[in-house]
C-alpha cells in the first residue's frame, strides 16, 4: 500500500477520488452531507498517509518507520558558515532535474484526464437533442450509463469544467517555475563562452535537455533549442494552445448553444459567467506558462499583435455569448438596443427561416424546432391505447416555448395550460383534446391546426393566425379569472368553429372571414370590428354581443336561426369594461389596444393584425364606417349588414331546432375526432339550450348501435352518463328558456 501514499500517485488517487465521488452523489441524488463525508475521509487518508510515510515533522518528532531520536537528543546543529548538507542540493542540476521529471509525471497525467473531461462532456452535450430538452429528458453520461437531469447537467457541466481547467493550468503554472529553475541551473554550471566553446556549451546544454522527459509541455518549455524553434515545436505549441486555450471556450459556447432553445435564463447566464471566468483565468494562468523561456530575462515576451489577437478573440467569445447567442424574452432582444452587426449576425446564426424541405434552421436555434414531432414516439408509447387513461399524455407546465417550431407535430392530450407560445408555429398541429388555457399565444401561427375539443380558455392569440383551423367544440370562451381569450386582430378565416365556446372571448377586429359558426356560442362578446365575410352563422348565439363596426363586406355572410338580444349597446360605439360596466369607446381605447398589438413578436402576422384592427380607429377616412358619434346615422354597407343579422334573428323555438340540427351535422358524420368534440360540447351547454329540440339527438348518442350516429359506439360509460344527466335536465325543466338551466 505504500505506492498509494507517494506524492503524485496519492495526489492523483485523491483528486480523482474526490471527483467521482462528487459527481455520483450529485447524479444519483446522494445526501450531500453524505458526499462531504466521503471526501473529508479521502483527504484523512490522503495525509494520514503522507504522514505515516516519513517526511512530516510534528513536535520535533520524526514519523518515518525506521524509528526517531531520542526525546532528548540534541539536534545536530552545523556550523554558522556552513549550510546543511540538504541545502547544497537546491542548486543541485540533478536534483533540480528530479523535480521537473516528477512535475511532468505529474501534470502528463492531469492533462490526459482533463482532455477526457472535456471530451466528456462534450460528447454528452452534443448528443442532447431538441426532443430530449421538449420532454426534459435525462442526460445519459456515457461510460457511466448514470442519468442526470438535463437542468442538473447544463447548470453543473459548465462549473464543473471550469474548475477541472483551472486544477490543470495551476499545475502546468508550477512545471512552468520548475523549467524555469532548471534553465537558471543549467546556465549557472555551463556558462556562456565565446567562439567555439560556446556552440560546444550549447550543444552540451541541448544533450542535457535531451535528458528530460517526453513530456509536451516540458519540450516546449524546456526542451532543446533546435526542437523548440523547429516546426516540430510549433506544432506542440499549436496542441497546447489548442487543448488549453481554444477547446474549452469552444466547449462552454457548445454547451450553452444546444441548452438556449430550452429558454431557461438562470442556467444560460451561469453558463456565460462560466466563459467569463474561465477567460480571466486563462488570461492570468497561461500567460505564467508561457513566460517559461530560459530565464526572466530570456523569456518570450507576447508582443502587442499577439496580444490583441487575444484580445479580439476574446471580446468575440464574450460578445457572441451575452449578445448573439440569446433566446425570445431576454432582456438583450427585448430591451437592449443591440448594435446591427449583433442583430444581423443573431438572425443569420440562430433566427434563420427553417428549410421548407426539412422546417430545419442552419447553423443553430434559439427556439425548439420540432417539425412532425409525434408526442407518443417521444415518449415511448409504443400504443396510444395504453395512455386513454390519462387525462393528459404529457404535461410540459408552464414552459417558455416562445418561437417553437411544431408545424405538422402530432400533440393530442397534452397539457399547455399556461405556456409562453409567443410567436410559435403549429401549422397543421394535431391538438386534439389539448389544453392551452392561460396560454400566450399572441401573434403564433395556427393555421389548419386540428383543435378539436381542444381548450383555449382565456388563452391570449392576440394577432395569432388560425386560417383554417379546426376549433369545433373548442373552449374560447372565459377563464376562471373572467377575461375572455384575447383574440384581438386575430385571424380565423375559413375556421371550423361549429359548436365552439368563444362566449366573452376578446375578438376585436378579428377576421372570422368564412369561418364555420353553426352552433356557436358568441354571446357577451366584443365583436366591434369583426369581419363575418362569406361566414356561415346558424343557429349561432350572438346574445349580449357588441357588433358596432362589424362587417360582411366582399362576399355576404350565410345567416340563419341567429340569436340576438338588442339593445342600446349592441350597435354603438360602446365597450366593456373590466367592471362589467359599458362605456364609450374612443382613440385612446383603440391605441391602447393598438400598442398591445405592436408588442407582438414583429413579422407579417403583427402587421396583418395592425391592418385589421385599423376598422376601429374613430380617425378613420373610411366612408363605409360607422361614426364613432352614436347619433349618427349608418352608412349604407353598416346599415345593410345590420338589416342581414336582425332580419335573421329568431324566436326560442326556431333557433332551439337550428341549434340542435347544427349540433347534429357536428356530432354525427363519422369523424375520428367527433368522441372529443361531443365530450367538450357536453360541458359547453349547447344540448341544454336546445331543449326538447335536442332530446332525439340525445337518444341517437345514448345507443350504442345507431347507424345515424356512429360515434355513439365510441362513447364511454361516463360520456353516457352525462348525457342521460342532460336529458333530465331537460325533461325537468319547467318552463323553456335560452338561460343555461345549470
Known amino acids: 500500500m505504500n505506492w498509494l501514499f507517494s506524492h503524485q500517485t496519492g495526489e492523483k488517487v485523491l483528486f480523482g477520488l474526490i471527483a467521482v465521488m462528487v459527481f455520483i452523489a450529485i447524479a444519483t441524488g446522494v445526501d450531500p ?17 503522507r504522514h505515516r510515510q516519513g517526511g512530516v515533522v510534528m513536535g520535533g518528532k520524526h514519523g518515518d518507520d525506521k524509528g526517531t531520536p531520542e526525546p532528548d537528543a540534541p539536534p545536530a546543529v552545523a556550523p554558522p558558515d556552513e549550510l546543511p548538507d540538504f541545502a547544497k ?19 502528463g497525467g492531469l492533462w490526459l484526464s482533463y482532455l477526457f473531461v472535456l471530451f466528456y462532456l462534450a460528447v454528452a452535450a452534443g448528443a442532447v437533442t431538441h426532443k430530449d430538452l421538449f420532454f426534459e429528458k435525462a442526460v445519459k453520461l456515457p461510460f457511466l450509463g448514470i442519468e442526470l437531469s438535463l ?108 441548452f438556449l432553445p430550452y429558454h431557461s435564463g438562470g442556467v444560460v447566464w451561469t453558463q456565460r459567467i462560466a466563459l467569463l471566468l474561465d477567460l480571466a483565468l486563462v488570461w492570468w494562468l497561461w500567460r505564467k506558462v508561457l513566460s517559461g523561456g530560459e530565464s526572466d530575462a530570456t523569456a518570450p515576451r507576447a508582443s502587442s499583435i499577439s496580444v490583441g489577437i487575444g484580445l479580439l478573440f476574446s471580446f468575440l467569445a464574450i460578445a457572441f455569448s451575452c449578445a448573439i447567442a440569446t433566446f425570445p424574452g431576454e432582456w438583450q432582444e427585448e430591451t437592449w438596443v443591440r448594435p446591427m452587426w449583433a442583430v444581423a449576425v443573431h438572425n443569420a446564426l440562430f433566427s434563420a427561416e427553417p428549410n421548407l424541405v426539412t422546417h430545419r434552421r442552419f447553423p443553430f436555434s434559439n427556439t425548439l424546432v420540432l417539425p412532425g414531432l409525434n408526442v407518443y414516439d417521444g415518449l415511448g408509447i409504443d400504443d396510444p391505447g395504453k395512455a386513454k387513461w390519462r387525462d393528459f399524455v404529457f404535461r410540459p407546465g408552464e414552459r417558455d416555448l416562445r418561437g417553437a417550431i411544431f408545424t405538422f407535430a402530432s400533440l393530442p392530450r397534452v397539457d399547455l395550460t399556461g405556456a409562453d407560445l409567443q410567436g410559435a408555429r403549429l401549422l397543421n398541429a394535431q391538438l386534439q383534446g389539448a389544453s392551452l388555457e392561460r396560454a400566450k399565444l399572441q401573434g403564433a401561427s395556427l393555421d389548419l391546426a386540428q383543435l378539436q375539443g381542444g381548450n383555449l380558455s382565456g388563452a391570449q392569440l392576440q394577432g395569432a393566425s388560425l386560417d383554417g383551423a379546426h376549433l369545433q367544440g373548442a373552449n374560447l370562451s372565459a377563464a376562471a379569472n373572467l377575461s375572455g381569450a384575447q383574440l384581438q386582430g386575430a385571424s380565423l378565416k375559413s375556421a371550423y368553429l361549429q359548436g365552439a365556446k368563444l362566449s366573452g372571448a376578446q375578438l376585436q377586429g378579428a377576421s372570422l372571414d368564412g369561418a364555420y359558426l353553426q352552433g356557436a356560442l ?17 343557429g ?32 354603438s360605439p360602446r365597450q366593456q369594461d373590466p367592471m362589467g360596466q359599458a362605456r364609450a369607446w374612443d382613440d385612446k381605447d383603440y391605441q391602447k389596444l393598438r400598442t398591445s398589438l405592436q408588442s407582438l413578436p414583429s413579422g407579417p402576422l403583427r402587421d396583418a393584425a395592425l391592418t385589421r384592427i385599423e376598422v ?50 357536428l356530432f354525427c358524420p363519422g369523424d375520428e375526432n367527433e368522441v372529443l368534440v361531443v365530450r367538450t360540447v357536453a360541458k359547453f351547454g349547447q344540448l341544454q339550450r ?41 325533461e325537468s325543466a319547467e318552463a323553456p328558456g335560452l338561460a343555461n338551466p345549470r
Not at 537546491?90 to 532535474?97: P, Q, V
Not at 486544477?167 to 555551463?190: E, G, N, P, S, W
Not at 365583436?527 to 361566414?535: C, K, W, Y
Not at 376601429?616 to 366612408?623: A, E, F, P, V
Open 616 to 665: 376601429l380607429n374613430c380617425s378613420s377616412s373610411d366612408k363605409t364606417l360607422q361614426s364613432c358619434d352614436p347619433t349618427s346615422a349608418p352608412p349604407t354597407e353598416a346599415a345593410e349588414w345590420r338589416n342581414a343579422v336582425m332580419k335573421n334573428m329568431v324566436g326560442v323555438q326556431a333557433y332551439r331546432a337550428a341549434l340542435a340540427e347544427s349540433l347534429r351535422a
Open 151 to 258: 437542468i442538473a447537467f447544463f447548470f453543473l457541466a459548465p462549473i464543473l469544467f471550469v474548475i477541472v481547467h483551472t486544477y490543470t493550468l495551476v499545475h502546468l503554472v508550477m512545471l512552468t517555475d520548475k523549467a524555469k529553475r532548471y534553465h537558471q541551473a543549467l546556465y549557472a554550471q555551463i556558462e556562456d563562452a565565446n567562439g567555439a566553446e560556446a556552440e560546444r556549451r550549447k550543444a552540451t546544454r541541448d544533450k542535457l535537455r535531451r535528458q528530460l522527459p517526453s513530456n509536451i509541455f516540458i519540450q516546449f518549455l524546456a526542451g532543446p533549442s533546435d526542437l523548440r524553434e523547429s516546426a516540430f515545436g510549433s506544432l506542440l505549441r499549436a496542441i497546447a494552445w489548442i487543448t488549453l486555450v481554444v477547446a474549452p471556450v469552444l466547449l462552454l459556447l457548445t454547451i450553452q448553444i444546444q
Open 89 to 107: 542540493k537546491a542548486d543541485d542540476l540533478e536534483a533540480i532535474k528530479k523535480a521537473v521529471d516528477d512535475a511532468a509525471s505529474v501534470s
Open 540 to 571: 349561432t348565439d350572438l346574445g349580449g354581443s357588441y357588433l358596432w363596426r362589424s362587417n360582411q363586406a366582399g362576399i355576404a355572410a350565410v345567416l340563419s336561426a341567429i340569436r340576438v338580444v338588442e339593445d342600446g349597446n349592441t350597435w
Open 33 to 49: 452531507y453524505v458526499g462531504v463525508a466521503a471526501v473529508a475521509i479521502a483527504v484523512g487518508v490522503f495525509f494520514g498517509g
Open 690 to 730: 336546445a331543449g326538447p329540440a335536442a332530446r332525439a339527438l340525445i337518444a341517437e348518442l345514448l345507443n350504442k348501435n345507431s347507424s345515424d350516429c356512429p360515434v355513439a359506439a365510441s362513447l364511454t360509460d361516463a360520456d353516457r352518463a352525462t348525457l342521460l344527466s342532460i336529458k333530465q335536465e331537460i
Open 522 to 538: 358568441l354571446d357577451s362578446a366584443p365583436l366591434q370590428g369583426v369581419s363575418f365575410s362569406n361566414a356561415t352563422l346558424k
